[in-house]
Antibody, heavy 121, light 108 residues
């Protein structure tokens, strides 16, 4: 069965950085686009970034463009999100999500359990 | 950017009742690229509906989606105790991918 397991969250000061990872299993990672979606405490869902199945194409929400970088290593079945220049409004649970198809901008058919990033001084 | 507005914000119903949730887009949605998710407290979102009306794998047939253009609806024909949750609609096919603000279905 499809499994997505995020790691790397934690408490970081404003302006700091973190590297998030998502280990994928139960499907062929190299066949699908992959996403990061976040949810601030008590709030709704916000799409963050997407990467194509081969890593060549990426897209970001305006709120994180220039600060966050999505990447993947299909040989390691792992998705990454490097988050830099963190702000208080970046505090959220970050979910790794599998695209329903190889296309870049699609729905999410499987989600991980999420990793919490807290930005606080 | 297309904005999705969900209504009502909260729906108070009893088990066995019918739930009708609305998702309205600020512009027409291409190819009915509209999905619905369920999120229970402390849990990860689960895909219910894609393509406005196609049920995802393993989703009970009491869940149905309909609509086109700018107006979409998620209907739960008879609420089961496990259906009380928050529901989100999501637009796909163009950037940015956007979600509605959610509708909470609570026990009356």
């Amino acid at each position: 069965q499809v499994q997505l397991v995020e790691s790397g969250g934690g408490v970081v000061q404003p302006g700091g950085s973190l590297g998030l990872s998502c280990a994928a299993s139960g499907f062929t990672l190299s066949s699908y686009a992959m996403h990061w979606v976040r949810q601030a405490p008590g709030r709704g869902l916000e799409w963050v970034a997407v990467i194509s199945y081969d890593g060549r194409n990426k897209d970001y929400a305006d709120s994180v463009k220039g600060r966050f970088t999505i990447s993947r290593d299909n040989s390691k079945n792992t998705l990454y999100l490097q988050v830099n220049s963190l702000r208080g409004e970046d505090t959220a649970v970050y979910y790794c999500a599998k695209s329903g198809w190889y296309q870049l901008l699609y729905y999410f058919d499987y989600w991980g359990q999420g990793t919490l990033v807290t930005v606080s001084s | 950017e297309i904005v999705l507005t969900q209504s009502p914000g909260t729906l108070s119903l009893s088990p066995g009742e019918r739930a009708t949730l609305s998702c309205r887009a600020s512009q027409s949605v291409t190819s009915n690229y509209l999905a619905w998710y369920q999120q229970k407290p402390g849990q990860t979102p689960r895909l219910l509906i894609y393509g406005a009306s196609s049920r995802a794998t393993g989703i009970p047939d009491r869940f149905s989606g309909s609509g086109s253009g700018t107006d979409f609806t998620l209907t739960i024909s008879r609420l089961e105790p496990e259906d009380f949750a928050v529901y989100y609609c999501q637009l796909y096919g163009s950037s940015p991918l956007t979600f509605g603000g959610g509708t909470k279905v609570e026990i009356k």
